[in-house]
């Protein structure tokens, strides 16, 4: 039997960062956070598809 990771979970990514931000959570719980709601397979979309960050 294989494991199948399952999508990534924007609304908890976003949920774990703005937690972080008001200091309600350490920065290994945020990691794990991420990591868990798919923050890599984000990332490596956003890669993929040519996107770079602009500076506002």
């Keep these: 039997m294989s494991?199948?990771?399952?999508?990534p979970d924007l609304k908890k990514?976003?949920?774990a960062w703005e937690s972080w931000e008001r200091g309600e959570?350490?920065?290994g719980r945020t990691l794990a956070?991420?990591?868990t709601a798919g923050m890599a397979t984000v990332l490596?979309?956003?890669?993929a598809s040519g996107w770079s960050p602009v500076s506002k």
Excluded: Y
């Design 44 to 47: 490596q979309e956003l890669v």
């Design 25 to 27: 959570e350490q920065p």
């Design 3 to 7: 494991f199948e990771t399952p999508a």
């Design 13 to 15: 990514l976003i949920a």
């Design 33 to 35: 956070s991420l990591k």
